[in-house]
Structure formats: C-alpha cells, structure tokens
C-alpha cells in the first residue's frame, strides 16, 4: 500500500482513457488501501460482497442526479452532513434517529430562510472508511498499522485490533444496510412530515440559545401549511416525506467494486453502495485508481478541491469524471480554509467557466479549518466555518457562480469538538464531551447557526428573483 501527495499529477497521467470495466482500476496503482496479508480472506470476502442485494438502486440515484442539476443552476441547495467517521458500535436506533433529526432541523431552516428545496444527503450509511496520513503509527516505540476507519480495522491501538481484517468489509455493508433501512423506515412511516416537526426534537435542543428563533420558524412554516391546505381544501402533496440519500468517501475499492453493477432496463454501471460516493483530496489523481474507477459509474459524484489543486488539475478531473458534460454528475465540494478559500477559489471557479462545465459547487467549510489545541486536541473554530461559508458565498457572487450547497461534519449528540457558537465553547470546554474517533464534529446548536448563517445568504440571494411557487420541502 502507498501514501499519497496532494501535489498536481504528471502529463504523463493526462492521458486517454483506457477502456473501462468495474475491475479496471486494478492495473493502477491504488492509494490508501489496506494491507492485507490474507488474499483468500480477501476474496472470499470480495466474492460475498457481490452476491449480497445492492443497498441503493438506481432510481434513487438517478432521482438525486436530476436534483443536484437543478442545483447546478441555482434552483435547489444541497445539504451534505453527518459523521466524520462512523464506527460499528455506534449503529443505534437512538444515534442515527439523532442524526436524521440535526439534519431534517437544518433542512427546515433552509428551506424556511433559503426559499429554495433541499437535497438531504447524509454522511452516514457507509462512511466507514478514513485516509490516513501515513501508513503506520507509532506508540512508545511500538509502530502498528494505522486506524483506518471499522470497514479496515479497529482503534485500539494493539496488533490484533490493528490488523487489517476482510472481514470487516462485510460488516461494514451489514451496518449500512441496518442504517438505510432505518432512515427509511422512519422515512415512509412519517418521522420526516412538515407536519409534525415535535418529531425531530432533540432533548437538550431547548437549551440552546438558538432554540427560540428555531421554534418560531416551526410555526411559522406550520401556519404557512395550514393557509395552504385550507385554500386546497387537503394536505399539500409530497409534504409528509422527503427524499433522503446516503454518501461515503469511496475510499475502499474492493468495497466499492463489489456493488458495482449493471441493473435492468439502464445503460451502464450504478455503484449501489451509495447515491453519492465522493473523491477525496488525497485520492483525486486523474491518472490513478479512483479517479479510474468512478469515472465509469452513472452515479453523481462528489470531489473534495483544496488549496493543492491547480486549475489544469481541476479542469482534467472535471474532464474525466464527467466527459459528456452531464447536469447534475459533479459536484466539486472546495475545502480551503477561511485564511486560504479567497487566494484558491476565484481562479478555479474561473477555469471551469472557461472550460464551459456543468458543475455544482459545495463549500466543505470544516477539514480546511482544523487545528490543535495546546492540549493536543483537533478542534475547529466556529468563527473560521462561519468565515469560509461567507467568504464562498461572496466569490460565488463575484464570479457570476452558485454556491449550490454546503457540506459539513455534524452530529445531533451534545458533543463539545468544536469551539465557539452561540453557547460561547473555548478550548477549555472541550473536555466535557469530546467523542469524535476522528475529526471534530459540529453540535446541534452550532449546526443550526449555520444553518441559519446559510438560509440568510441564500435570502440574500434570491431577494431579486421571482418566485416559482410555493417551496416543497
């Protein structure tokens, strides 16, 4: 296995593609995979996998393709969020009740604010994979592989924990389909009805600061139903439910290849593992393995862009990944860092307008704002998220772009991982509930404040644009 660069690829990479097929990636060298030191645990696990039922299909994921290109042009927003890392022990009624919960609040508040419909895609259901930095770790003198998310290893910092195990593969799939079928569940039965949003409730979510100007949008969307519905004389169509889609980073490529397949009645290859797979940055080589990969299924597909990536670099992604120029097929999500997004952003928004494609740009304003404490501890600063997510707005603006979505680390537990927000947390206060394996996650409270940060920009927006309707959640 090889680490990574996040340096521009070779010319020698910008080649022609080759013919594709689910396998072809394999004749390349592949980043960030497992070491694995049992090839026949590794196929028979490989081989399970593929026989298994898909976890998505390809009408869902054709669906969120067709809203995304809506959201290309302005006329939907995509809110993309949950978990920095899911771990096995963690597939709990409870938690991911909690998470639908955070991320239906926050849809509303855009929805309420934003005057626009929201594609709800949740980080979870499969994001049980991480990149890592290096390949080792090292503990007292002690090196062992690194932690590379529940679907490679485990945390515990002992060889038989840290030991890359195929068999985890099928586990991962095994939560994911547990996690899908709940969400749905909750989905179809009502959890999701405008009518009812006492349903999403968290516990502790009225203690916030922010709780009173949350409930007032409540009810005020819940008197705007009820006007409706008297005119109408019945309840308004489609507003019991929403659609709701899954998304990991596709980090894993024997995981992703084994739900890789052909349906009836559709031209193609649909990765069913997931509606939306995305490219990290560490993994976004034009001419390596994942890029390969992806470039050959129908799903839409997301990018992580940061500081690193060069306008030729981006425009020859966007080139592979999405040839035939298809609305709705890339979603490039930028990662910058508020110090670092005005120096990088103007001028790659710009290539891709030269180059004349059809994207949806997403600002991931949290994995380019990660420092550390004294302590030691990974934190983030809410003021510096909030910072990135206004200033893309802006460049957006500026260069006659959209910004089509935000895409964030979030959790609807009482965590303390991030500081700052309307509650005032400083490093101090971490300590009281810090939880997260990996990255730090946003809490409740501050999810909702930016989520009304965001609703406000996208009023901004739209305060000169003629409305189409009544806006259905």
């Known amino acids: 296995m090889t680490t990574t660069t996040t340096t521009a690829p070779s010319a020698s990479a910008r080649t022609n593609p080759a013919p594709w097929s689910p396998e072809s990636w394999r004749r390349l060298d592949a980043e960030q995979q497992p070491s694995y030191d049992d090839p026949v645990e590794v196929e028979r696990a490989f081989e399970q996998l593929r026989k298994l039922p898909p976890l998505v299909t390809s009408w869902e994921i054709e669906n969120l393709k067709s809203q995304l290109a809506e959201a290309s042009r302005g006329q939907r927003f995509l809110l993309q969020g949950g978990d920095c890392a899911e771990v096995f022990s963690e597939c709990e009624s409870s938690i991911i009740a909690n998470k ?208 690193g990536m060069t306008e030729e670099w981006l425009t020859d992604l966007v080139d592979r990944l999405n040839p035939d120029d298809e609305p709705g097929r890339l979603t490039l999500i930028h990662r910058f860092g508020a110090g670092k997004i005005a120096d990088h952003l103007p001028q790659l928004i710009d290539a891709v307008q ?71 947390l400083d490093d101090e206060s971490l300590s009281e509930a810090y939880r997260t394996f990996v990255d730090p996650r946003l809490n409740y409270e501050q999810a909702l404040e930016l989520s009304m940060l965001v609703a406000k920009r996208l009023a901004k927006a739209n305060a000169d644009a003629t409305s189409e309707g009544p806006v259905v959640a």
């Open 354 to 424: 030269r180059a004349g494609k059809n994207v949806v740009w997403c600002c991931d304003p949290m994995h380019g704002n990660t420092v550390k404490t004294s302590s030691g501890l990974k934190t983030r600063r809410f003021n510096d998220i909030m910072s990135e997510v206004e200033q893309a707005f802006e460049i957006h603006a500026e260069a006659g772009s959209y910004l089509g979505g935000v895409h964030i680390e979030l959790t609807g537990d009482d965590v303390t991982e991030c500081t700052g927000g309307a509650r005032g």
């Open 100 to 307: 639908l919960k955070i991320l239906l609040q926050a849809s509303l508040v855009l929805v309420h604010g934003g005057k626009r419909r929201v594609i709800r895609v949740g980080r979870f259901a499969g994001q049980y994979a991480k990149p890592r930095s290096s390949d080792t770790e090292t503990r007292d003198d002690v090196t062992l592989p690194s932690y590379r998310g529940d679907l490679v290893n485990a945390i515990e910092f002992t060889e038989a924990a840290r030991r890359p195990d195929p068999e985890r593969l099928i586990r991962g799939y095994e939560r994911s389909a547990l996690t899908l079928n709940f969400i749905r569940s909750l989905v179809d039965g009502g959890f999701a009805d405008l009518h009812h949003p006492e349903y999403w409730d968290l516990e502790f979510v009225h203690h916030s600061p922010r709780a009173q100007e949350y409930q007032g949008m409540v009810e005020n969307i819940g008197e705007s139903l009820r006007f409706m519905e008297t005119l109408a004389g019945r309840q308004v169509g489609e507003i019991n439910r929403v659609d709701f889609y899954s998304s990991h980073e596709g980090l894993h490529l024997l995981y992703e290849e084994a739900q890789t397949r052909k349906v009836p009645h559709r031209p193609g290859y649909y990765n069913l593992s997931a509606h939306m797979p995305w490219i990290g940055m560490r993994t976004a080589d034009p001419g390596g393995a994942h890029v390969e990969f992806f470039r050959g299924i129908e799903n839409p597909l997301g990018v992580k862009v940061g500081p």
